[in-house]
Every structure is written in structure tokens, then in C-alpha cells.
């Protein structure tokens, strides 16, 4: 009875090390040690790995051979990411040979996205072969945010990345707040530094997790450029300006015909055959009511008649438009002509203010201006008719007032008028 308990003990322990050995050599190489961002971190242990979304993560495997193997691989993955579909939250090493007794240094490197969702997570390192099977090795890790960390995702321009020289390109920024603190106070600013141009819109806030797209910033292209690629650099400003967001874009400028230069002795002179005014520079457009009107001045310089070609950019989105008399006008040498740009808001428009272009094109090439249009909502529109009501009723009663008082002083003069005459006596009393 005593032996065959000892046969049966010396038979667990014997398919346990058999356990341990097909695991151990399932497929090659077992691993000693791993270190996260130069940080050693324990499979057994409890203790959690702080690190930040959008961070990089440099991981290496250190391997000790136990058998011969070949075609091993190591791959590192976080499962759980909503979009790993899409963006993979993964590396693998290149395939190697592996031989018993020699230990092996693999690096790997994964960036989180972003947008991972802030939560407990296991970094899940795989060894396997082609049929061998694989060995799984988890690790904790805690994926939190910077208190502050803002990112450009998009930058956004019209024309798309193409410009002609001496016209404009409007340009927004779609902005995600990624830290923990909501922000206040934002200053985006997209620029040209090879041209010296810039423009900047301000964000009043925007809440933690929360994204938003800026205003349209217009940039003026000069007229002279030279014809060529430059960088359109996107700056956003935040924590009382003490931490910057950078984001950057190439852009082509084609060459322009708005240079217009004639050399005389020498010395170039500019010549303005084309003069544009504008009536007004921004006007408020009501959802559901009627429209704004913009006067646009066109002055022709040159010796002959010329047709000029009215259009807009960037009114699509929130508003109609129509020219009057028409978007083709005709302007006789040494003459101006007026032609009117009506804007109706949309009713799906977005309230706030928005930004525009008029294109005038002749065949001396196309002319810009920029204009604005404010959209607001009837609630708005109707606070701003009821202040007017109250003081034109104001400008009433004063005017009233003013009436009535000098109403008395005429009936009180014509009294005294009265008072003052001689009194007549009647002839028959004498008879």
C-alpha cells in the first residue's frame, strides 16, 4: 500500500515537470525579462505601469533558448481599443532562430493612440513558432492623460493645399482637448513664416475629451510670390500660454497674373488697373428672414471697357447667394459701376460668425476681398427688434414730451395775449 502511494507521488511529480517542460519549450525560448520604456515590469506582480495616451512605448524582451527552434516571433499587443480594427496598438519582431542556452534582446515599439479610452489594460507579449505552441506573457498597465494636452488632428484649407499667388486661402483647424483639465483662453494661429503672413482665431473653451473646429483664418498669398512649395505651420496656444500644440502642412503656390509691373529707367512701378470697394465689411444674416446686402464698388483705371466676373467662396455652408444686376458687369474706361451682393442664412446654418470671399475676375487676373457674415437665430434677432422697439418708444415719449411742453408755453402766451387787449364798450349803454 505504502509503495503504491510513492509510485502514484513519483507519477504526479513526473507529469508535472512534463507540464512545466512542454510549456517552458513550447516554443523555444522562455522569457526572463521585460522592460517597458527602461522600466523592468513583473508578469506575477500586481503593481500597475503608469503610462499616457499618446505616448510611445519602447519594449524590450530578453529570451533564454531552451531548445532549438526556428522561425520564433515575439509580438507585443493591448487588446481592448475600439478602433484597433483600424489603427493597430501592436508590434512584432522579424522571425529568428533560436538555440538552447543563448539569450536572446528583442525591441519592439507600439504608440498609444490618442484617443484610447483612459483604463486598466494588460500589455500581452505572444513567443510562438509555425507549430509550435504560444506562450503567453501579461503585464499590467494603468493608460491615464497629461493634465493639459491639446492636439491639432486635421487642418483644413480652401483651395485644397493649392494656391495661386495674389489670392487668398482660408484655412481651419479641427482641435482635440485631450487632457484631464478643460482649457480656456485658446489662441490657434495658422502662418506661412517663408512669406511672413499669419492669422489667428481665439476659442473662449473647450471641455476635457471634447473636440472643435475653428473659424475660417484668411491668408493672403502676395502677389509676387514665387512659385513653389512652403510650409503652413498651425500653432494652438493654451494653459494660460504656457503649452503649445504644433501641426504642419505643405502647400503649393502656382504662379500669379495679378503682378502687374512695368519697368521704366530701371525703377518698377505698380499699375492698378482695378480698383474694389467694399460697402460694408461684415453684416448680420437671420435664419429665416430676410438677407444681408453687400455694395461692391468695381472702379476701371484702364483704357478700354472691361467684364469683370463676380463669385464667392466659402458661403456654401451657411448661406445663398445672388448677384445684382448680374455676376457679369461690364465697366466702361475711366468709369465705376456698383453691383450688389445679396446673402440669405440657411436654415441649417450654424450660428456665429462666419468668414467669405468675393472673387472679381478680368482678364487681368482675379481680385479678392474677405467679408463676414454674422448668423444668428430668430431668438437673437428678436432681443435685438425688441431693443430697437424700446428705443424708438423712448425717442417717442421725448418727442412727445418736448410737443406737450411747448403746446403749454404757445397756449400760455396766447392767454396773456388775450389779458392784454382793451376792453370795448358797448354805444348802447349811452342811450
Excluded at 512542454?22 to 506575477?44: L, R, Y
Excluded at 473647450?206 to 500653432?235: F, H, N, Q, V
Amino acid at each position: 500500500m505504502k509503495q503504491d502511494k510513492i509510485m502514484c507521488f513519483a507519477l504526479a511529480i513526473l507529469v508535472l515537470f512534463a507540464a512545466i517542460a512542454m510549456q517552458v519549450s513550447a516554443a523555444g525560448a522562455t522569457i526572463t525579462k521585460v522592460e517597458i520604456n527602461d522600466v523592468i515590469v513583473d508578469p506575477s506582480g500586481t503593481t500597475r505601469l503608469n503610462i499616457e495616451r499618446g505616448e510611445d512605448l519602447e519594449i524590450t524582451v530578453q529570451l533564454s533558448g531552451v531548445q532549438n527552434e526556428k522561425n520564433v516571433e515575439v509580438e507585443a499587443f493591448i487588446a481592448g481599443y475600439e478602433y484597433h480594427d483600424y489603427e493597430s496598438v501592436a508590434d512584432t519582431t522579424h522571425t529568428f532562430d533560436v538555440e538552447q542556452g543563448v539569450v536572446y534582446k528583442k525591441t519592439m515599439k507600439i504608440r498609444l493612440p490618442t484617443n484610447v479610452d483612459t483604463d486598466n489594460y494588460k500589455l500581452r507579449i505572444v513567443v510562438s513558432g509555425r507549430y509550435s505552441t504560444a506562450d503567453l506573457y501579461n503585464y499590467n498597465l494603468k493608460i491615464s492623460t497629461a493634465r493639459h494636452a491639446m492636439y491639432i488632428k486635421d487642418i483644413v484649407t480652401s483651395p485644397d493645399q493649392e494656391v495661386q499667388a495674389g489670392r487668398a486661402m482660408l484655412t481651419t483647424l479641427r482641435i482635440l482637448n485631450n487632457g484631464e483639465k478643460d482649457e480656456e483662453g485658446i489662441k490657434a494661429e495658422v502662418s506661412i513664416p517663408a512669406l511672413g503672413i499669419s492669422a489667428t482665431h481665439y476659442i473662449d473653451q473647450l471641455d476635457a475629451d471634447e473636440s472643435t473646429t475653428t473659424e475660417e483664418m484668411y491668408l493672403r498669398i502676395p502677389a509676387c510670390t514665387k512659385e513653389g512649395t512652403y510650409t503652413l505651420k498651425a500653432t494652438v496656444t493654451y494653459d494660460e500660454g504656457y503649452e503649445k500644440a504644433t501641426k504642419e502642412m505643405s502647400i503649393q503656390v502656382l504662379k500669379g497674373d495679378s503682378c502687374a509691373a512695368t519697368s521704366t529707367s530701371g525703377n518698377t512701378q505698380s499699375q492698378t488697373l482695378t480698383v474694389i470697394a467694399m460697402g460694408t465689411e461684415s453684416q448680420d444674416l437671420i435664419k429665416g428672414q430676410g438677407g444681408a446686402v453687400y455694395p461692391i464698388t468695381i472702379t476701371n483705371n484702364a483704357g478700354n471697357t472691361r467684364t469683370f466676373i463676380l463669385s464667392t467662396d466659402g458661403t456654401a455652408d451657411f448661406a445663398t447667394t445672388r448677384f445684382s444686376p448680374s455676376n457679369v458687369i461690364q465697366v466702361e474706361a475711366g468709369s465705376s459701376k456698383i453691383a450688389y451682393l445679396y446673402l440669405t442664412a440657411k436654415n441649417q446654418a450654424q450660428a456665429g460668425e462666419k468668414t467669405f470671399l468675393v472673387n472679381i475676375q478680368s482678364d487681368q487676373g482675379i481680385k479678392q476681398a474677405g467679408l463676414k457674415a454674422k448668423v444668428m437665430d430668430q431668438s437673437n434677432s428678436w432681443e435685438a427688434v425688441k431693443t430697437g422697439f424700446e428705443i424708438i418708444l423712448v425717442v417717442l415719449v421725448l418727442v412727445l414730451l418736448v410737443f406737450g411742453i411747448a403746446f403749454l408755453f404757445a397756449k400760455r402766451k396766447d392767454s396773456e395775449k388775450e389779458n392784454q387787449k382793451p376792453k370795448q364798450v358797448d354805444a348802447t349803454e349811452y342811450y
